[in-house]
Nanobody, 119 residues
Framework: QVQLVESGGGLVQAGGSLRLSCAAS????????MAWFRQAPGKERELVTN????????SYADSVKGRFTISRDNAKNTVYLQMNSLKPEDTAVYYC????????????WGQGTQVTVSS
């Protein structure tokens, strides 16, 4: 069973950049598809982006296309989220999540990291 720990959140001005990391342990990382979700105050959790087990396939929410990039390093058991041109509406707690090979849901979650974008 995989455990996930996010890092890299913080406070940034609008237009700035942040890079989130999610380190995995306790499982075979390359057998998990990975994703980043976020939840803003008073809103439902939403899928931001996900990446296939090999890293060859990615998808993004329309709200972040062209600004965010997901990547993974299977040798380091880590998935990344590079966030550029940040906007105040990107303010949220960001969670990484893992979906095991053959499963339909993201069953494993990190504790989340706060991203705050000031205007």
């Amino acid at each position: 069973q995989v455990q996930l720990v996010e890092s890299g959140g913080g406070l940034v001005q609008a237009g700035g950049s942040l890079r989130l990391s999610c380190a995995a342990s306790g499982g075979t990382f390359s057998t998990y598809a990975m994703a980043w979700f976020r939840q803003a105050p008073g809103k439902e959790r939403e899928l931001v982006t996900n990446i296939s087990r090999s890293g060859g396939i990615t998808s993004y929410a329309d709200s972040v296309k062209g600004r965010f990039t997901i990547s993974r390093d299977n040798a380091k058991n880590t998935v990344y989220l590079q966030m550029n041109s940040l906007k105040p509406e990107d303010t949220a707690v960001y969670y990484c999540a893992a979906r095991r090979l053959g499963k339909n849901i993201f069953a494993y979650w990190g504790q989340g990291t706060q991203v705050t974008v000031s205007s």
